[in-house]
């Protein structure tokens, strides 16, 4: 099993120079992308500090879960989440980042365990309009937020992005909604986290004051996708 500790201090280190850079007080919070790495690398990357990890695959991600149920993990759903895969979404997670449609917070809501702590979601915006993309429009985000942020097992946190590559003004552009949302609702006190960066463009998102980025590759490796999922 590899050492992890370094490539966790590196990047650890990046993102305290781009908040340097970026004149910032706080610092970006950082989550682990473990999808296609087997629990035991999950293991080793929690064994050097590493508390949360993030997932796309559910089925894979349910497993390493159950694997690793010994550990402190705070696990991150960061797939686009389909309706019929919500019950499990809110069975095994602590936090959801792929939420564009209402009818999937309200299921989550109702399908998340009255025993167990709220669930923490993003709402994912397609925010420079990708054909391809998930996420809703931007236009749409503060009748989502009206809604959501009044379901009871939900705690709504903020806003999530995957802007297409070097498209660098996305960034600003999901900061200016996030705050838009900030003082729509100045009473709105979860509303803390702006998901956004990933291993190739975690700088500018920092200077666009992403508050939570998602790294993988810079942590792991390249991933091998060759094994079904
Ligand atoms: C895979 C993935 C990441 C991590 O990407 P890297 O480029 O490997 O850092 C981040 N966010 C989402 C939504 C992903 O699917």
């Not at 508390?51 to 695959?57: D, K, L, P, T, V």
């Not at 989550?108 to 429009?137: M, Y």
């Not at 200077?207 to 060759?226: C, P």
Request: proline share 3%; net charge negative; glycine share 6%.
């Amino acid at each position: 099993m590899q050492d992890f500790s370094q490539a966790r201090n590196q990047v650890l280190q990046q993102i305290q120079h781009a908040c340097d850079l970026a004149h910032r007080t706080d610092v970006a919070k950082l989550l682990a992308v473990s999808k296609t790495h087997d629990a035991d690398t999950v293991r080793a990357m929690y064994d050097v500090g590493q508390r949360s990890f993030g997932e796309n695959y559910l089925q894979e991600a349910c497993h390493k879960i159950d694997e690793l149920k010994d550990l402190e993990i705070q696990w991150h759903f960061i797939g686009h989440v389909q309706r019929n895969k919500t019950k499990l979404i809110a069975a095994h997670f602590s936090w959801v980042h792929g939420v564009d449609r209402l009818i999937i917070a309200q299921r989550l809501s109702e399908q998340r365990g009255h025993e167990l702590p709220p669930l923490n979601i993003c709402i994912q915006v397609n925010i420079d309009a990708q054909d391809s993309k998930d996420g809703c429009a931007p236009e749409d985000v503060i009748a989502m937020v009206e809604k959501i942020q009044q379901l009871p097992h939900i705690q709504l946190r903020g806003l999530m992005v995957i802007p297409a590559p070097n498209h660098t003004q996305a960034f600003f552009d999901a900061q200016a909604l996030f705050k838009k949302v900030a003082l729509a609702y100045p009473t709105l006190q979860s509303w803390d986290t702006l998901s956004m960066g990933m291993s190739g463009d975690l700088l500018p998102a920092i200077q666009a004051g992403s508050t939570l980025v998602r790294i993988g590759t810079a942590l792991f490796g390249a991933r091998d996708y060759s094994q079904d999922r």
